[in-house]
């Protein structure tokens, strides 16, 4: 019965029951109280069911207590792919509430921007941020209710739910990065790198990194924190997604302030004017990269843009022609575009690197020979370019684009071959299929029904199925892949003279 435990129960009387309890009870205003007065039906639902009402109800007592909200329960439920019934059911639910519990009473005007404090939960450590417009924030969560009143200590209605989890803030903190820890608490950023559902890439700067730029700068840490754009600079060191170091790919990365960096993979791990010299500090909301130096901003003099991969690549041929182009849209500010050639089979590959016109114009195609190309394998095509050559600012690649040198044709995965007299036509797709089956769709300058015979051969030109089929105008026939091995196939469909043919991959 609130804090007291029945010693003794049901000792009858004639005119009622006794039970007897180790604890005088007092009409004590609880903390739980305030929950209830207040509302907050999930909060004290949680508590029940974590049998936490005698702890929080001991008169004596003099807890802080921040209060999730209704509302912050739904989103956490969400978050974790359950209902509130999940929440309630969850064999955490008491560590989860106990890291929202402090062991004395703080008022809001009591804390400190950057403070850290230990809570009955002490798996992990609360970051207290006081911003500089009056708000305060509990890790992720706003204080949006502060200095509700109780008997036995004080409330601070919060609109998250706090989970202990290793941030990338605590692997800074645990790795003693003293003064990024710093600077991101004088950012201000604490509460966007502490959400427990955030995704992060942290580039950390060693505190010898940030003592080389201040001496370059000619000043002192002071200085550094000073500065009016310190949260941008810390923003530049950050991506919004989790990436390893063998995930990091060569050219631009989007960092949250905006702004992009250079990723060079040459040499180990190089981003800007910065060495990873310590990947991979796996946290529960991100990937920590510690470098040797502070990004330079001004390493990138491209447009953001420039970074998104070129877009509609395209194989362009025609069957009275032997040249093969290769063709993009322009990437404004390219100076080079690299087009790199690979096959399937024999597995070589090839970089074909296109300058900039002397008027300026950007690179956006190249024409080669079929000559050029081996006309038994798969080719696979894919673009990059480049803003700056030294240091190479290069974009992402492209899209992949999938075609086969064949005969006086060339097959890209969005084509097919036309007969010389255009009577027939067959497109194929997709194209490598890796579902089981391919789709045809065959038709003719006359929109009319055709007979004939369908057969497919591997690349040794053995027969792996036939038979005879009936073609209505534009229908598609499906054909199962299933049986057959990973590998180039050709297609053909021969009605009366006419035949069509074309190659398709499985992969």
Request: proline share 4%; net charge negative; aromatic share 6%.
């Amino acid at each position: 019965i609130n804090q007291a435990v029945v010693e003794l129960a049901d000792v009858g009387a004639d005119n009622g029951i006794v039970h007897a309890i180790d604890a005088v009870l007092l009409s004590s205003e609880t903390v739980v109280d305030v929950a209830i007065d207040n509302g907050f039906t999930s909060l004290t639902a949680a508590v029940v069911t974590a049998e936490l009402l005698p702890a929080l109800t001991d008169p004596f007592a003099d807890f802080t207590v921040f209060a999730p909200s209704n509302e912050a329960f739904v989103e956490l439920a969400n978050e974790l792919g359950t209902n509130a019934q999940g929440i309630l059911t969850n064999p955490e639910l008491a560590n989860i509430l106990l890291y929202h519990v402090l062991d004395g009473a703080v008022m809001s005007s009591m804390i400190n921007n950057g403070d850290i404090v230990t809570p009955l939960n002490d798996a992990n450590t609360l970051k207290l941020t006081a911003t500089s417009g009056g708000d305060v924030f509990v890790n992720q969560a706003q204080v949006e209710l502060a200095d509700v009143g109780a008997d036995n200590g004080v409330v601070h209605a919060i609109d998250g739910v706090l989970l202990s989890s290793e941030t990338v803030v605590d692997i800074a903190i645990d790795n003693s990065f003293t003064t990024l820890t710093t600077a991101v608490v004088t950012a201000e950023l604490l509460p966007a790198l502490t959400d427990p559902f955030a995704n992060h890439t942290v580039f950390a700067p060693t505190d010898e990194a940030f003592d080389m730029l201040a001496a370059e700068l000619e000043t002192d840490l002071d200085g550094l924190l000073g500065l009016p754009n310190l949260a941008d600079i810390l923003l530049y060191h950050v991506v919004g997604e989790d990436l390893l170091s063998t995930e990091l790919t060569e050219g631009g990365l989007l960092m949250l302030n905006g702004q992009n960096t250079v990723i060079d993979l040459s040499d180990g791990v190089q981003i800007n004017n910065a060495t990873v010299i310590g990947p991979d500090n796996g946290a529960d909301n991100g990937i920590v990269h510690i470098i040797n130096a502070v990004l330079d901003q001004n390493f990138v003099n491209c447009e953001t843009d420039f970074f998104l991969a070129p877009q509609n690549l395209e194989v362009v041929q025609s069957q009275f022609s032997e040249d093969i182009t290769f063709q993009w849209d322009p990437v404004p500010g390219s100076v080079i575009c690299q087009l790199r050639l690979q096959t399937f089979i024999t597995e070589t590959a090839e970089n074909i690197f296109v300058e900039a016109d002397e008027d300026g114009s950007e690179p956006s195609q190249i024409t080669l020979s079929q000559s050029d190309f081996d006309g038994n394998d798969i080719y696979q095509v894919k673009v990059r370019c480049a803003c700056s050559i030294d240091p190479l600012v290069a974009s992402d690649f492209s899209q992949i684009v999938l075609f086969v040198p064949f005969g006086d044709n060339v097959i890209s995965s969005e084509q097919g071959i036309q007969t010389a007299n255009g009577i027939n036509t067959m497109t194929v797709f997709p194209n490598p299929s890796n579902l089981g089956y391919i789709n045809l769709r065959i038709s003719n300058s006359e929109n009319t029904a055709s007979e004939g015979l369908l057969e497919i051969r591997d690349i040794t030109g053995r027969s792996v199925a036939s038979r005879r089929v009936v073609v209505e105008a534009n229908q598609l026939l499906q054909v199962e892949t299933n049986n057959m091995p990973a590998g180039m196939y050709t297609v053909s469909y021969t009605s009366g003279s006419e035949r069509v043919t074309e190659r398709f991959v499985v992969e």
